[in-house]
């Protein structure tokens, strides 16, 4: 099956810049990249799409190389309450196959 | 607008019973997601529907699971008979229209204890 990697877990502090990569080196060739973030309890919650190169919203950045086999969540001066998981989806390749799937997860401690 | 709805949030049973969740799209949502998420893990698609149609239920355990989508609106997932390994977070989502780059908007999901 398709394989997405991410780090399981993140430390950082309030006020800091926090970047998760997420890897999938056999992306579909024109689907995009989604980030989520998950509470506990909760359904995962959109935060940013992307296709290629750079794309900022109001809360994030996501940067994409051009091979687009990883992509990068950037989350500028995180707060307590961005303690989450963050997860990437991409529509990975898989034996001729396009698969939704879902990275690990990396669990982001944001510390006063 | 209202999100997507999902029932019960809660059930135990014991392995061997049945077991059905249902899910309430946002409406207009032609596209609707099942997810089985175990506990550390990130969400597994288990079928993917399009209005009444199936896009991909490639991992979903069809001797014990079904799903179904009357009228291309509401869902339901059934489980019959559970497993231990059953247990997780049952998710459903909607977005409007089969393609990846449209947004998944999810329910709070229906936590499952098989004992």
């Known amino acids: 099956l398709a394989k997405t990697t991410q780090p399981i877990s993140m430390d950082s502090y309030e006020g800091q810049e926090v970047n998760i990569t997420c890897s999938h080196n056999?992306?579909?060739?024109?689907?995009?990249i989604t980030w989520y973030q998950q509470f506990p309890s909760q359904g995962p919650r959109f935060i940013i799409q992307?296709?290629?190169t750079k794309v900022t919203n109001e809360v994030a950045s996501l940067f994409i190389p051009a091979d687009r086999k990883s992509s990068t969540l950037s989350l500028p001066r995180v707060s307590l309450s961005d303690t989450a998981v963050y997860y990437c989806?991409?529509?990975?390749?898989?034996?001729?196959?396009?698969?939704?799937?879902f990275g690990s997860g990396t669990r982001l401690q944001v510390q006063p | 607008e209202a999100g997507v709805a999902q029932s019960p949030r809660y059930k135990i049973i014991e392995k061997r019973q049945s077991v059905a969740f249902w899910c309430n799209p946002i409406?207009?949502?032609?596209?609707l997601y099942w997810y089985q998420q175990i506990l550390g893990q990130g969400p597994k698609l288990l079928i993917q529907?399009?209005?009444?149609?199936?896009?991909?239920d490639s991992q979903l355990p069809k001797d014990r699971f079904s799903a179904e989508r009357l009228k291309g609106v509401d869902s339901t997932l059934k489980i019959q008979p559970a497993k231990l390994e059953d247990s997780a977070v049952y998710l459903c989502?909607?977005?409007?229209?089969?393609?990846?780059?449209?947004?998944?908007?999810f329910g709070a999901g229906t936590r499952l204890s098989v004992l």
């Open positions: 989502a909607s977005s409007s229209r089969d393609r990846a780059q449209n947004i998944q908007y």
């Open positions: 056999n992306i579909a060739t024109n689907d995009y």
């Open positions: 992307g296709y290629k």
């Open positions: 989806l991409v529509v990975g390749m898989d034996t001729g196959r396009r698969a939704l799937t």
């Open positions: 409406s207009g949502h032609a596209t």
């Open positions: 529907f399009q209005n009444n149609g199936v896009v991909d």
